[in-house]
């Protein structure tokens, strides 16, 4: 009976443990998730977790959602899905980036609060001011030849200018050495997090914390990310920074 009873509260306080961690996923992000137009992004949830990361931008039914370089629309569709029909979602793809925005075209066809925006990388702008600019593996691609090269203070200022007060600035990327700065953007495609941070605070923002589920302490930052041995399983950071209210 004693070993029954280890037995039950061993599990009851697993439970109680797991709960509140469940809890941190709304509804509306775990059905936007559950999405069957999704289906091939499903494959890669395990090592993009889109549910923890949609949810820790706060992202709720009626958001404006600006994303740049959305990509394939990974996340794209999440938004979509979660905002709703009384939300809207800017993916905004930079004219020089050399990747053709056919995916999120058919996306923007299929899901009708998507918009393609086709803007260059140093003129960013929205139709409307929006809750939250979220960007996934390529705040490092703005500085670099290919980019302009965009100065990263002037990416910044655009964001801080298309935000509504409050709103919030989410940054996913691969994490460098540290103290590296911009060195490794074009050659391996990572960026220091610490600059990153210094560079965002400076454009008037306020840091709001970080989520540690792209972490992977096992990369010691120093490989490019589409070196088969680290591709897919990279250390990022996942940073959100906000607008003040005044």
Excluded: W
């Excluded at 600006?66 to 990509?71: F, H, N, V």
């Excluded at 990327?173 to 540290?178: C, F, K, L, R």
Aim: net charge neutral.
């Amino acid at each position: 009976m004693k070993r029954i009873t280890c037995v039950v509260t061993a599990l009851a306080c697993s439970l109680a443990f797991a709960g509140p961690a469940l809890a941190q996923i709304p509804d509306y992000v775990a059905k936007a998730v559950a999405d069957p137009g999704r289906a091939d992004d499903a494959k890669n949830d395990s090592r993009r977790k889109a549910a923890e990361i949609v949810a820790f931008c706060g992202a709720k039914p009626g958001d404006k959602v600006l994303e740049l370089i959305p990509g394939s629309g990974y996340f794209t569709r999440v938004f979509s899905k979660v905002v709703g029909s009384r939300g809207s979602v800017y993916a905004v793809q930079p004219m020089e980036y050399d990747e053709k925005p056919d995916k999120v075209q058919a996306i923007a066809k299929d899901y009708g609060n998507v918009a393609l925006l086709m803007q260059p990388a140093a003129k960013l702008t929205a139709p409307q001011p929006v809750d939250i600019v979220f960007t996934s593996q390529n705040y490092h691609d703005y500085p670099d030849k290919f980019m302009g090269p965009t100065d990263l203070a002037i990416l910044n200022a655009a964001v801080f200018a298309v935000l509504k007060p409050g709103g919030v600035y989410v940054i996913v990327d691969h994490s460098a050495e540290p103290g590296s700065g911009l060195r490794d953007t074009d050659t391996l495609h990572r960026i220091d997090e610490a600059t990153v941070k210094q560079q965002v605070l400076a454009a008037g923002f306020e840091y709001v914390g970080e989520s540690d589920v792209l972490r992977n302490k096992a990369d010691d930052r120093t490989a490019n990310v589409f070196n088969p041995a680290i591709r897919g399983r990279t250390d990022q950071f996942v940073y959100k920074f906000r607008k003040p209210l005044k």
